[in-house]
Antibody, heavy 123, light 106 residues
């Protein structure tokens, strides 16, 4: 059974940092691209960042470019999101999601999602 | 960046109704279009990928069509468990989601 379990969320002051983790199991982690998608309270889905199977291709939403860094450790079946210079508008539930394929741009969607970890940026 | 729009933003329907949701991209995305269903308090669920391919385990009453800039998600006979919000998403370039369409009970 595929499982994605996010952790690392919490309450943080504006300007501070937070590191999210996603532990994956039940599939061959290094065969697939992975993504972070967020959802602000009562709002729609926003893709945040994605990373290809071998970390050779990485992408970011304009809203987080230069502040967030995605990475993965295939030996540990884990995905990470380092979030720096956090802003109030980064407050959201952050989902880890598995891609259908190994690359970032391909005909396929995100077939498995975690339950999310809540990040609240407030003073 | 490619902008995604959906119409309508919400709709009311009855069990058994045929429901159609439209998604439009600001430029051609070929068939790099996916559809998701999200229920309150739950993670999104992939329904359709590559515009018309049904994800494993998804009921056949869901179907997708379109290419280029205009796409459609159709639910042939709405069931009680289908009341939810539906999002389209393009994977042609930096992934982006549409604003969502909420389907509720008439």
């Amino acid at each position: 059974e595929v499982q994605l379990v996010e952790s690392g969320g919490g309450l943080v002051q504006p300007g501070r940092s937070l590191r999210l983790s996603c532990a994956a199991s039940g599939f061959t982690f290094d065969d697939y691209a992975m993504h972070w998608v967020r959802q602000a309270p009562g709002k729609g889905l926003e893709w945040v960042s994605g990373i290809s199977w071998n970390s050779g291709s990485i992408g970011y939403a304009d809203s987080v470019k230069g502040r967030f860094t995605i990475s993965r450790d295939n030996a540990k079946n884990s995905l990470y999101l380092q979030m720096n210079s956090l802003r109030a508008e980064d407050t959201a539930l952050y989902y880890c999601a598995k891609d259908l394929g190994p690359l970032l741009r391909q005909r396929g969607g995100f077939d498995y999602w975690g339950q999310g970890t809540l990040v609240t940026v407030s003073s | 960046d490619i902008q995604m729009t959906q119409s309508p933003s919400s709709l009311s329907a009855s069990v058994g109704d045929r429901v159609t949701i439209t998604c439009r991209a600001s430029q051609s995305i070929s068939s790099y279009l996916n559809w998701y269903q999200q229920k309150p308090g739950k993670a999104p669920k992939l329904l359709i990928y590559a515009a018309s391919s049904l994800q494993s385990g998804v009921p056949s009453r869901f179907s997708g069509s379109g290419s280029g800039t205009d796409f459609t998600l159709t639910i042939s006979s709405l069931q009680p468990e289908d009341f939810a919000t539906y999002y389209c998403q393009q994977s042609y370039s930096t992934p982006g989601f549409g604003p969502g369409t909420k389907v509720d009970i008439k």
